[in-house]
């Protein structure tokens, strides 16, 4: 089975290194006294079917990944991807444009708490519109490299090194298999990573109407 890594807050240390002007270590102290933003994003697992439940929205404290890599002096010429590595051992990455847009963050909390466990305490990335596997928990390390760098589910099952979430929806009024006899409320949720939902249509008859 798979065991959440517990992870020291006073020893932990964010390394940022590769093709920087100069290798940091960032202390958790240090990272929660930079200036942080704060937003709601949906995350969504690659493996979740139509209708599932491996979804979810919340609020999202951290620092600018871009204002995380301006502490070891910036990516430097040549850079191609900022790569994301996980106590005991897991990494993914994003294309440089991404690393650096505004809401992608290195967050240290959730919901206006520290990030529990299960989520990646004591950081991990939020890279809005990205599927969950990019979106690394229990961070450690931060590595900017100039190749196209592949990750553990792209190199082992070719999972899409883009990775942008699709637009779904799920219904969950009336429940699964709930059988209707008179005028009801049809209710879910939709969501499309950033891109956001203009409208929401639901047919009973195959699309005619």
Not at 40 to 46: R, S
Not at 109 to 124: E, I, K, T, V, Y
Not at 181 to 194: I, K
Request: charge should be neutral.
């Amino acid at each position: 089975s798979i065991i959440d890594p517990g992870i020291d807050r006073d020893s932990w240390r964010l390394r940022i290194d590769g093709l920087v002007g100069r290798p940091v270590a960032i202390g958790y102290d240090e990272l929660l006294a930079m200036p942080a933003i704060e937003q709601y994003v949906t995350l969504q697992c690659i493996s979740n079917l139509v209708g599932g439940d491996l979804v979810g929205t919340a609020k999202w404290t951290g620092v600018p990944l871009a204002r995380v890599l301006e502490r070891a002096g910036g990516a430097g010429p040549g850079a191609v991807r900022v790569v994301f590595h996980a106590v005991g051992g897991y990494s993914d990455s994003l294309p440089l444009a991404k690393a650096l847009a505004p809401t992608t963050v290195v967050a240290y909390g959730m919901n206006d708490r520290s990030l529990p466990r299960a989520h990646g305490f004591p950081a991990r990335i939020i890279a809005p519109g990205i599927y969950g596997m990019k979106n690394v928990k229990w961070l450690e390390r931060i590595e900017v490299v100039d190749y196209d760098y592949r990750g553990y589910w792209q190199r082992s099952d070719g999972w899409d090194n883009v990775a942008e979430i699709k637009t779904a929806s799920r219904i969950d009024v009336p429940g699964e298999m709930s059988v209707v006899h008179a005028e009801t409320v049809v209710a879910g949720v939709a969501w499309a990573g950033d891109r956001g939902i203009r409208r929401v249509e639901v047919s009973l008859d195959d699309g005619r109407t």
